[in-house]
């Protein structure tokens, strides 16, 4: 075997290596709300700059789903899922706001290439991906876990799902909602 290709193997299992505790440590400080808690506020910029407030949708069901990453295969799948049943989500009186720790002009990128019209929240600092428990990681890059959240009218978790599968999570949240 060539020296420089044993060189990069052991290179990449040094990084996986380092990247389990990194993943782990995120993920075990932090705690999931459960049903029926307030909804932690928040305020982050959309794909157009724009300020999103939780509190704005008083009154509204609120889909707050959290991905990895912005142009990536399951993410573009699941934000497709969504973009398709809005039409859906919109006759039950429902949002859908998709959080990523990518930044707005990532969203702005996602959105214009894939044809997204709902709102895409930046959160660089990882502020709100924390709160709601969904700060994961991979190969020590820091990602938001797949997980959804749905917020009730009166701004309470109604019902949560973690380790979301994209292709059913649009369908899965819309029956959900009455």
């Known amino acids: 075997m060539n020296k420089l290709l044993l060189i990069g193997i052991l290179a990449a299992v040094v990084l996986l290596i380092a990247a389990v505790p990194f993943a782990t440590a995120h993920a075990d400080d932090q705690t999931m709300p459960a049903?029926?808690?307030?909804?932690?506020?928040f305020t982050l910029p959309s794909q157009t700059g724009?300020?999103?407030?939780?509190?704005?949708?008083?009154?509204?069901?609120?889909?707050?789903?959290?991905?990895?990453?912005?142009?990536?295969?399951?993410?573009t799948i699941e934000a497709h899922k969504f973009q398709d049943a809005l039409p859906q989500f919109d006759a039950k009186n429902a949002v859908?706001?998709?959080?990523?720790?990518?930044?707005?002009?990532?969203h702005k990128q996602f959105c214009?290439?894939?044809?997204?019209?709902?709102?895409?929240?930046?959160?660089?600092d990882h502020k709100v991906v924390s709160a709601y428990g969904s700060l994961g990681?991979?190969?020590?890059?820091?990602?938001?876990?797949?997980?959804?959240?749905?917020?009730?009218?009166?701004?309470?978790?109604?019902?949560?799902w973690v380790k979301v599968n994209p292709s059913t999570a649009a369908s899965d949240v819309l029956a959900a909602i009455p």
């Open 35 to 41: 049903v029926g808690q307030v909804a932690p506020a």
């Open 137 to 160: 990681g991979f190969a020590g890059i820091i990602l938001a876990n797949r997980n959804t959240f749905l917020i009730d009218p009166h701004g309470k978790i109604a019902q949560v």
């Open 50 to 75: 724009e300020p999103i407030s939780l509190d704005s949708y008083r009154g509204k069901w609120v889909v707050l789903y959290f991905y990895p990453k912005d142009m990536t295969t399951g993410c």
């Open 96 to 106: 859908i706001l998709g959080v990523s720790v990518d930044t707005v002009d990532s």
């Open 112 to 124: 214009t290439k894939d044809s997204l019209t709902f709102h895409l929240l930046a959160d660089p």
